[in-house]
């Protein structure tokens, strides 16, 4: 049985020969280890996958040993994951379709390790594609007005369905602080510019008239200041001179669809960890 | 006899027509032909390069024909270049070496087609690299005080040597209007930034306490405002948690060389042309 | 109204001019114009996108013309597309879902200026995906002893529905003369490693074994000769000694479908010419 | 203190555990830690790098206790290496000079953290480049009659110079076993194509040929097989129709001087680690 270790805590010498004697003790196999220094902020991150067997091991009481013999000394900070339950993963989309066919063929054919509860959007444009992937669809329209009561709805969906993490997949509206608190580095954004260039709105419409010759795509931790939270995935594209605002739309898609996607899967994998408005992405 | 014609008017119909018959009336073939329109500035941009005949060919007599029959007609702005002379490029170095290395051992390797009047530098650092190549290295130290003294000795300099363009090789001072007035869309600069972001002083610094998962090389031309002058040329590279500032800035190094001698070559080969503080750049 | 127009012939001197003023004189503004000479063969390439008023017009006058005047001096091969009708795209399946879903949602989207009228496979997994799309889909199993019927069929279907060209989106039969000679430099296939380099079956488990930093994916014209037709689009991703095969098998699901989606793109736009088993492909 | 081990044996529970240890028990910390499972061949490799007190630690000491306590139990190969005596590289060079003054550059702005006792070359093209950083420069020339001779002259300059690595920066002629056998993993070869695609000479023409769209180039470790060693780095860049043979090899320049400068660097730091043929390249 295959279990996950996230643990960061004040770097100290011996860190890994105690975890990993732990586990050892416990009848567990490290079968991956990385870990990573933050030599400023002198804090040490590491995530552990072993291999327990499926009978004999007791989550309950690994965890109960783990806190007292090892996270009340270090002072760590760490989390225990299983493959099963698989994470509840919510999508809210307005009307660009692109990251949302990304994200249902590859959940489709098996590469995201998650449950989909819903789809939540503002506009009910791509209902249709929930229905191509029965998927419930809720059409919750924001205004000036109804933004309150759209997210006491939104937030009492994702209650009623256990929802672990929110994906905004192309989501044309500002997520507020209360939902936000709900869900600190646990709401997954693609914004569509190379961040920290280009923040806010319209970023083809800015890097056309500023002449770049290479776009790019950042997904990140939603934080409430807009387009700074933590960044998980970045990449980029070429384009010159010859490449219209409208080439340079269609030439990210392709960006936001992947960048997006791989983000996804390093949040549903657990290789993301988050420090000081900075991550740490194990491979 | 290789010839290259760079052309920018107003748009309108039969300008391809009309440039390359005047070219095969007057006994030359059009070899390469690469052409834009920016629509939204109704400009037409074209790069011709063409043979004639060395023996029969005068320039003088087909610029002068160039400039009634089509330029005046048109509206165009135009120049036409052989490749001999070698056009004239002056270094401007501060302490960093590897730009200077990388465009010095292009040179030497008949990469580039350029002459190299002397390097100028506000330290002495780095005389032993021109000493290496045997160039002549002028130290012209600038302080808040000895500016303007050292900007009218740079251009004393410039001026008896006849160069063509400046290339700043990590050259840590700023370019006053003064001598950017003479070399409009003439100075190149490497900077170590993927721009807009990160302008400014410490690009890297900035670049590792955001987090960004990509960091990049800009090269530009020269303007008034800093760091803000028509994009050339940029590249990236992929960057981690597990990168520290020097880590960056070593992987910098590698862009910033790569990006500038490319800027430099298309420059060079008259590949480059600016308009709206942006480029066009032939392939 | 827009007009592509694609030209190879010898190379010689005027053949732009030429071309660019019978374009003029039909009345037509050359908005677009690139071209290419391959000195080795001495074969001149050339792709212009005019502009004609749709009411005065006549595609019929002006191919006369142009045979007459311009093809039958030059020697030249040539052709002429508009917009409209919509090139009718086949799509060949087997059990690999990720590129026939990125293919549909693009087409969705309308990102690709095709009909699309049905969709074959050898197996019948994906008709479900078919279904969501409302794509008929022809079930037409293949073994060794019904392939040649199988092909007939098929041949039949693409007959009957006036199909213009080929995509096979991981179709994992080899196609036959009998069809590529029907549709010669019309069957785009995507090859799931950085060709030439582990042609064949298996390729990412071949580039596994070697050890290889980088795998790629590959998309070409079908030819006789397996996996050497003309190379349409290369893209590549990094890999480590970290990856398993299986790894490198989801990684290369992601190039896959890019690769294929350009290269289909490209082909739809008329930016590919043919030549010597390999292609010129215009931006 | 910093001292790096790295270790390979055959897979099994605890050992991360029993090695951080061992190193906890003997005063250090460890401060950089990279492991990984090949599960096909069931090798376990670790890289670790630990903090010693510079006064107390004994590397005689540590290394037979490692050897007696872990290494004997475990089956390890192992090793241990400090910063300090640099390793000494030798490089062999024949008429090229781009690799050799990307490396020399390194080397003399301090990213190279080794010593260069000579550069050996058939030919005596580059000595004015040897001459230029002040390195010996010894002129070996190869013929069919000579080449015997020549190679025990070139492992007597490698004894009497103490050289630990050999890096052959575009040298033209096969190293034969003799060779080999003494430097068996410490041959750094850079190899101008994307390997295995055009293994053997001229590969830039065969690729040029094949009309990829996509060239590389391939940095290993040299064996007796030509051009089938383990791979410890590879890059590549995009070309099109519109590039001839001769900018092939222009742009192959720059990614052979970088490939290759980045698999010297990775082997310096004693980051690659090799198996049935295939590299293990800690981060």
Redo the contacts between chains.
């Keep these: 049985m295959k279990t996950t270790i996230l643990i960061n805590c004040p770097d100290q010498?011996?860190i890994?020969?105690a975890v990993?004697?732990y586990?050892?003790k416990a009848g567990g196999?490290?079968?991956?280890?990385?870990?990573?220094?933050?030599?400023d902020a002198n804090v040490f991150f590491m995530r552990l996958e072993s291999e327990f067997d499926a009978y004999s091991f007791s989550q309950d009481d690994f965890s109960k040993g783990f806190q007292t013999e090892l996270a009340d000394r270090y002072d760590m900070q760490w989390s225990i994951h299983q493959a099963v339950p698989k994470p509840r993963m919510a999508l809210f989309v307005s009307k660009y379709?692109?990251c949302l066919?990304?994200l249902l063929?590859r959940f489709?054919?098996g590469?995201l390790e998650v449950d989909i509860p819903f789809i939540i959007s503002n506009h009910s444009d791509l209902a249709y594609i929930a229905d191509?992937?029965s998927i419930p669809y809720h059409h919750i329209p924001v205004t000036k007005d109804s933004k309150e009561e759209a997210e006491n709805l939104q937030l009492q969906l994702l209650k009623e369905e256990k929802v672990d993490f929110i994906v905004l997949a192309r989501y044309m509206q500002i997520v507020s602080p209360k939902i936000i608190d709900v869900y600190t580095n646990k709401i997954i954004n693609i914004h569509h510019s190379?961040?920290?260039?280009?923040a806010g709105a319209k970023p083809y419409h800015a890097a056309f008239k500023?002449?770049?010759?290479?776009i790019?795509a950042t997904s990140h931790y939603v934080t409430e200041e807009l387009d700074a939270g933590?960044?998980?995935?970045?990449?980029?594209t070429a384009v010159?001179?010859?490449h219209?605002i409208k080439d340079f739309i269609?030439k990210g898609?392709?960006l936001e669809k992947?960048v997006l996607?791989r983000a996804v899967k390093l949040h549903v994998q657990r290789k993301t960890m988050v420090y000081n408005?900075?991550?740490?992405?194990f491979?």
Tied chains: 1, 2, 3, 4.
């Design positions: 010498s011996g890994i020969n990993t004697g586990i050892h196999n490290v079968i991956y280890l990385d870990q990573h220094v933050d030599k379709n692109h066919y990304d063929s489709h054919s590469e191509q992937f190379f961040l920290p260039a280009f500023r002449g770049v010759k290479i790019g933590p960044i998980i995935e970045q990449d980029v010159s001179h010859s219209s269609a898609r392709d992947i996607s408005n900075k991550t740490v992405i491979s």
